[in-house]
């Protein structure tokens, strides 16, 4: 069974001491694949790559991905050198010494000579590891995000087989409605016949005519047949590898079709019934396809 859905959640995330993240993927039902980023800006490497592993991992779908970063925990220290040296210019000539060990240090306890900067996302980039570490956590939300719409495949698996089978069955009793359909179109036509003709003018051989031309438009061999190779193709697909979700939903409207036309053509209670049971197992067949990808 190798069915996968279009709906999942994943979050992944991770603390380090510049800061913490958290990755987050929603994705849905969707025509085509649509993959929609929310990244801070400045982080356009990790947007492609992320942007080029769903496109791997999925083929259809409405992707929601969002990134939120918290900085924190992790300041720059800057040296203002101009001020520093101006300091010690002002101290050697004052003291006739260079400034070093407990003069200095004093010198650099001034204020304007040490500032600090907390850090933004700006400093991702110069950061050792941070953009490797929020991409492998990025990957890893996707991952996650797949394995849970593997899960909705492998839920949906049983349901789609179920009701082809029950299709299957349907068609099979359908079949015998339609050979007795034949039967009592012949019946139903001859007691017609006599009813009217009391003076026997319809020759046999023009009441074999209208009644083999009577039981050709109500045929329905063709169709019975068609939603037997439909439904054959349902599981084959269903059982099968790849997205197959479009081909799926062909396939649901190829059997409505025939279900349709065996309706119009039935001329048998029984037989109407059962397209119509047809019907309904086919649209609860074509809104489970729906949600395979």
């Known amino acids: ?3 996968s859905g279009m709906t999942g959640f994943a979050r992944a995330g991770g603390e380090v001491e510049w ?51 918290d900085m924190q925990g992790a300041d720059k220290v800057i040296v203002n ?26 010198l650099m306890t001034t204020k304007g000579v040490i500032e600090t900067e907390t850090l933004s996302l700006r400093d991702l980039s110069v950061i050792e590891g941070a953009i490797d570490a929020l991409t492998a956590s990025g990957l890893e ?3 996650s995000l797949k394995r849970a719409r593997d899960q909705e495949g492998e839920n949906l698996y049983p349901l789609l087989l179920g009701q082809l089978s029950e299709l299957e069955e349907f068609t099979q009793q359908a079949t015998v409605f339609a050979e007795e359909q034949k039967d009592s179109i012949a019946e139903k036509y001859r007691s017609r016949i006599r009813e009217f003709d009391t003076e026997g003018a319809v020759s046999d051989e023009r009441l074999a005519t209208e009644i083999a031309v009577l039981s050709a438009k109500a045929d329905v061999t063709e169709e019975l047949d068609r939603l037997n190779a439909h439904i054959e193709r349902g599981k084959a697909l269903v059982s099968g590898e790849g997205a197959v979700g479009r081909d799926l939903g062909f396939l649901a409207q190829e059997l409505n079709r025939e279900a349709n036309t065996l309706c119009s053509k039935s001329a048998s209670l029984d037989l109407t019934n ?8 086919i649209d609860q067949f074509k809104e489970q396809a729906a949600n395979v990808e």
């Open 1 to 3: 069974m190798a069915l």
């Open 274 to 281: 059962k397209g119509l049971a047809l019907k309904s197992v």
């Open 81 to 106: 050198e101009s001020v520093l040296k101006t300091l010690t210019g002002a101290y050697e000539q004052a003291e006739g010494a260079m400034a070093t060990g407990a003069a200095l240090a004093t």
């Open 141 to 143: 939300m996707l991952a």
């Open 19 to 69: 800061g913490s993240w958290n990755w987050e993927a929603r994705s849905v039902n969707g025509r085509g694949l649509d993959v929609r980023l929310n990244l801070p800006s400045g982080l356009e490497a990790i947007e492609q790559k992320i942007r080029k592993s769903a496109s791997e991992l999925f083929s259809r779908g409405n992707v929601q991905v969002s990134l939120r970063i």
